[in-house]
Structures are given as C-alpha cells and as structure tokens.
C-alpha cells in the first residue's frame, strides 16, 4: 500500500510540474524558430537565437543587428532591461572590434546594468557577408 501511494504521489508530483512549463515557439520559420519562450510559474525565460544584420562593415551589422534582437524581444514581450545573458560572435575578430562593440552596445543599452555577455572570435558564420551575431537570454515576470 505504501509503494502504491509512493509511485502515485511520484506520478502526481511529476505531471504538476511538467503542466507548470509552458514553451512558445514565437513566430517559428520552417524548421526554426528564432525565438521560443519558457514559463515557469510567474518566470519568462526567453531565448533568442543568433542575429545578424545588414551592412558594409562591423559598426553597420552592428546596428543592424541590436535593431534585430530588439524586435525579437519585443515580440516575446521583453526589451533590453529584461536581457540577462548575451552572447556575441564577431568574425575575424580583432582587439579594436571590442572597442566598436562597446561603444555601440553602451549607446543602445545604455552603460548601467548591463547584461552578462561572451565575446567570442570566430572564423566565419553562415554566409560569408555576416561579421556578427548576437543571441540574448531575457527574463520577465509573468503576472
């Protein structure tokens, strides 16, 4: 009787918690998504994969980009105060394109509170034109 009660209270427990994680896959391409947000009780985890932006060099794909993660956010409910986590690919990247980068996110965030970011150097990405792209992580209360 008591391994019975143990196993319900298990399955009971187990299909409580998995009706409390909602994911929503938010205006999903063929085969991708670029957006797909998780609730969790009043928690919003929104993950928004790699973009990229238009532009003859750094300081233009740049723009392009952020202008790109914005609209992603905003989708998803979210805006640049709810970033928590960034990460950003810069191909061919160099010490001055840190400089570039700092600058132009420290215009469009501002320069307080700003999210966790990685900074990562890459040979190229998925077209030879693009020379940056940025992923976000935001979370937002759910009410």
């Not at 896959?25 to 991708?32: A, L, Q, R, S, V």
């Not at 840190?98 to 501002?110: S, V």
């Amino acid at each position: 009787m008591k391994k019975s009660l143990l196993t319900l209270l298990t399955c009971i427990s187990i299909c409580y918690a998995s009706a409390q994680v909602q994911k929503e896959y938010i205006n999903p391409g063929p085969g991708y998504t670029h957006v797909v947000a998780v609730n969790t009780g009043n928690t919003r985890t929104i993950y928004v994969s790699g973009q990229i932006g238009e532009g003859a060099d750094l300081e233009a794909q740049l723009r392009s980009s952020f202008a790109n993660l914005k609209k992603q956010l905003a989708d998803a409910g979210a805006s640049w105060k709810d970033v928590v986590k960034m990460t950003t690919y810069i191909v061919k990247y160099s010490e001055s394109d840190l400089d570039t980068f700092r600058r132009i996110r420290g215009e469009i965030l501002g320069d307080k509170e700003m999210p966790a970011n990685t900074l990562v150097g890459v040979y190229s990405l998925y077209k030879d034109e693009f020379l940056v792209e940025l992923e976000a992580v935001a979370v937002i209360e759910v009410k």
